[in-house]
């Protein structure tokens, strides 16, 4: 006769709720910083009828896309 617990049921191979909270914590600070990155060069990108458009100037952009992508 073989008996069982609930902790002999547990899968202790897969991560802990706190190892599964960092690597969420860790794929959001990435994916912000993709964002960054990516919106930053698009803004490079613009036209100067575009920036008029949005009441930004050459300066606004040079400003901002020389930020580092971890700086928001």
């Known amino acids: ?4 617990t ?5 899968n ?3 991560p802990s709720h706190h190892a599964q909270s960092l690597l969420y914590q ?4 990435l994916h912000v ?3 960054r990155y ?3 060069r698009e803004l490079s990108q613009w036209t100067t009828r575009d920036l008029q458009d949005v009441g ?3 300066s606004d952009i040079a400003y901002e896309a020389d930020k580092p992508f ?3």
């Open 38 to 40: 990516r919106t930053r």
């Open 1 to 4: 006769m073989s008996t069982y």
């Open 56 to 58: 930004l100037s050459w």
């Open 33 to 35: 910083w993709h964002e």
């Open 26 to 29: 860790i794929g959001e600070t």
């Open 6 to 10: 609930t902790h002999s049921m547990t």
């Open 70 to 72: 971890w700086r928001a």
């Open 12 to 14: 202790h191979h897969a």
